[in-house]
């Protein structure tokens, strides 16, 4: 049984502000706790490897699940050596999952390891899924035709509303909704953090915090064939 790549940010700073960021920890573990829960192995990965920052914001070990995963040596040491995405061989996994956090607005939209591993994995026909500020990976992924993953196709993200709502539009590089419209996406928002999870074949997107476990569940589904 191949795995699931979770892929999170190296970036622990937003921008020029020197505000401290890095992946929103429930972002990636409600999602892995039905990953894991459905019998699927994982890895994780980041644009530089090593140790990746977590949201100080998001280090919430009141949140069950959280507490779970933190106090889980296996996923510990899987964080605290993730993979480098340049190393990553894509074969390997059915599937990558994106989780957000503010971080990953300045490093995953440009990287080419991400273009290269979400490209091979879609082409080899494995799911391709992020959640929140997640999506920002899918940006500029271009198939081998040369058109954008994302044209024509439905999919949610973090929205220019709940940007607007954590005072973050003057912050981030790029407003992630318009720039996934810019390049063809169909995109789908709810109300300010409501649990809105978009399917559309095999691609698999969350709009905010919580839609993490509900992403969590469609990936699954996908993955079993349901």
Not at 164 to 184: M, N, S, Y
Not at 195 to 206: Q, S, Y
Request: proline fraction near 4%; charged fraction near 25%.
């Amino acid at each position: 049984m191949k795995k699931v790549l979770c892929v999170v940010t190296s970036n622990g700073v937003k921008g020029a502000t020197g505000i401290p960021t890095g992946f929103w920890l429930s972002e990636l573990t409600h999602p892995l706790e039905k990953i894991t829960a459905a019998g699927f192995d994982y890895d994780i990965a980041s644009t530089k490897g090593g140790n990746p920052p977590v949201d100080p914001g998001s280090f919430n070990l009141i949140d069950k699940i959280n507490k779970k995963f933190w106090d889980d040596e296996n996923f510990r040491l899987k964080l605290a050596d993730s993979l480098k995405l340049d190393d990553v061989d894509p074969s390997k996994y059915a599937a990558i999952f994106f989780a957000g956090g503010h971080g990953v607005m300045w490093d995953f939209a440009g990287s080419p390891a991400i273009d290269r591993v979400t490209r091979t994995i879609f082409e080899n026909g494995g799911i391709v899924s992020a959640v929140c500020h997640g999506p920002s990976a899918l940006v500029n992924v271009k198939l081998s035709d040369g058109k954008y993953l994302v044209d024509g196709k439905n999919l949610t993200s973090f929205t220019d509303a709940e940007e607007t709502e954590v005072q973050a539009t003057d912050i981030v590089p790029f407003l992630l909704e318009t720039e996934l419209k810019r390049h063809g996406a169909i995109h789908h928002a709810a109300a300010n953090w409501s649990d809105n999870v978009i399917v559309d074949g095999r691609l698999i997107t969350g709009q905010n915090p919580a839609s993490a476990s509900s992403v969590g569940e469609k990936l699954i589904q996908a993955l079993k064939g349901e």
